[in-house]
């Protein structure tokens, strides 16, 4: 039995203080509001359009403060460039599973997110495709390898958290669109 239930005739303000012990760790009122906290989960949805690496789109949910990386491995235009086993190519670039080269995009998407609700973003976009083929001579040999092309370029932008749309242009003529919904 609590010790606030045993009553004396000693002291009955003693129980009354018990009962008001008892209601000051009653729950606190919840207070509903139509704002998400800063740092609680965000929609992000990126969309790249680039006539040189392709066309893709995606929606992940991340954190203020956080960073997400989309990668999109896409076959070019003609298919993928084939290489010889003594190309000197770049490991970094991307091949399918026969060892021919494609292009691939990738993104690191990291926002953080201030009281207002504005997203302060850093966008590394980076991306890296065959065009034809080059004349390399390696070992005494000339071969035709694939002649990749990079992109690599850094963005900082705000954008607000409320779906609207954000769109940047990319030094390569690149077009990225980037939403933010709570």
Known sequence: MSPCFRLSAVSMIASLACTFATFAHAATPITVTSQAA????IRYTVKVTSKQFGD????????S????????????PG????AVDQCPVDASLP????GAMIRQTQIRFAPVVANDGTATVQLSFQAQTPHGTKTVTNGGKTL????????SQIVRFTMPTNGSTK???LNDGTQLAVSAKR
Request: include cysteine; glycine fraction near 10%.
């Open 38 to 41: 800063t740092d609680g989960p």
């Open 56 to 63: 893709a789109q995606e929606t992940r949910t991340i954190r």
């Open 65 to 76: 403060g956080e960073s997400d990386d989309f990668t999109w491995k896409t076959v070019p």
């Open 79 to 82: 298919g993928p460039v084939a």
């Open 95 to 98: 091949v399918d599973t026969n």
């Open 144 to 151: 035709k390898c694939p002649n990749g092309e990079t992109v």
């Open 167 to 169: 769109t940047l242009s």
